[in-house]
């Protein structure tokens, strides 16, 4: 068996092989990482409309009575304050205050939450999830049953409004709603991994072709493209959004990682809350910040970060900003020196480059 006939693939696959997407491994996944490159893909996000194929991306289900108290026993932030149709961002963490994953919790009703997790810990979420539930209600691994479809850039809802009844322009940011595209069931959200303004569609993998198509052809007036991960990646940099195995992991905390603001100590009692009271207590000892290349070179992931001449923290990512036409990325280094203004040096292949560490997010759109 060929190693691309053993990965995982998406009902969208044969897409993107008709695309001529150049296809990786990307966590067990057969992946597109580009179509047309990834400059002009990240470029046609922030000017237009990009589509993504999110589909390797997991669903987990918590329904019954207690619903909520399961949520909020093992996520940061507090569900307790959402309505029906609203989402958030959250932390679902171990014990030690550590991320099992950064997840996006939406409530469908008083008894069901819907939560979206990153593929490669959808298996490890649901037995984290289950393994902590003492509460009458059920924890269901349903990624198999649910293909995911993302339109971000300025001209999403224009293009994704021809194809549905539901009324995009009353949709705030991070709602959903439940409605249809193209007469089929479809969940709609406005919420993304790009920093720009669009739309995660969760369909039955039996429609996700032809959605994609459906969704091509509307936007083929307005300049949409396929984008694949590349771009996918450069894009959440810009906008300084967290990437699981990078800025996040089981060995850092919310706190560390500039995440207080998913962190509700207020809601009462969750997994890892009393390491963080304590860290908290006692001041963190390192800080996620931005850094600006100024010297040729890019900081890549895991390149060492020098102060003064001395090794100090590491880059979780870097890389290109076609938006910012400059060298970026996020790097951990001591609370104390993790500060915007604060002169570097990326260690790129054993030489020391200058740098400048920045304000994160570096890109934010126009509203």
Request: aromatic share 8%; net charge negative; glycine share 12%.
């Amino acid at each position: 068996m060929s190693e691309a006939a053993s990965l995982l693939k998406t009902p969208l696959n044969d897409t993107h092989r008709a695309l001529g997407a150049r296809m990786v491994d990307f966590g067990g996944w057969d992946m597109p990482v580009q179509y047309s490159g990834i400059i002009e893909e990240h470029i046609t996000v922030r000017t237009a409309a990009g589509l993504f194929d999110v589909s390797h991306m997991g669903e987990l289900e918590i329904r019954g009575r207690q619903a909520l108290d399961l949520v909020n026993h093992v996520t940061t932030n507090n569900a307790a304050k959402l309505a029906v149709g609203q989402v958030h961002y959250s932390g679902l963490l171990y014990e030690h205050g550590g991320f099992v994953d950064d997840i996006l919790v939406h409530k469908v009703a008083d008894d069901h939450y819907f939560l979206c997790v990153n593929a490669g810990n959808q298996q490890k979420d649901f037995e984290h999830i289950a393994g902590h539930n003492r509460w009458e209600c059920s924890v269901e691994n349903n990624g198999s049953k649910y293909a995911q479809i993302a339109i971000q850039g300025p001209k999403a809802q224009t293009i994704l409004q021809r194809l549905t009844r539901t009324d995009l322009s009353q949709m705030k940011y991070y709602w959903f709603a439940d409605g249809e595209v193209s007469g089929q069931w479809a969940r709609i959200a406005r919420t993304g991994y790009t920093g720009e303004d669009g739309f995660e569609i969760y369909v039955a993998p039996e429609h996700a072709g032809a959605r994609w198509q459906e969704l091509m052809e509307a936007g083929r007036g307005e300049g949409v493209k396929p984008v694949g991960l590349g771009a996918r990646n450069t894009l959440r940099l810009e906008a300084g959004m967290a990437l699981y195995g990078h800025e996040i992991d089981a060995t850092i905390t919310p706190l560390e990682a500039g995440l207080a603001w998913i962190v509700k100590f207020d809601k009462g009692d969750f997994l890892g809350r009393s390491v963080l009271e304590k860290q908290k207590a006692e001041g963190l000892k390192r800080k996620l910040c931005g850094f600006e290349m100024r010297g040729r070179g890019i900081g890549r992931d895991g390149y060492e970060v020098r102060v003064a001449g001395t090794p100090a923290g590491w880059v979780t990512s870097g890389g290109p900003a076609p938006a910012l036409n400059k060298n970026i990325g996020m790097c951990y280094l001591p609370a104390e020196k993790a500060a915007a203004g604060l002169e570097i040096e990326v260690m790129v292949r054993n030489q020391p480059v200058e740098a400048v560490t920045i304000p994160i997010p570096f890109y934010k759109r126009a509203k």
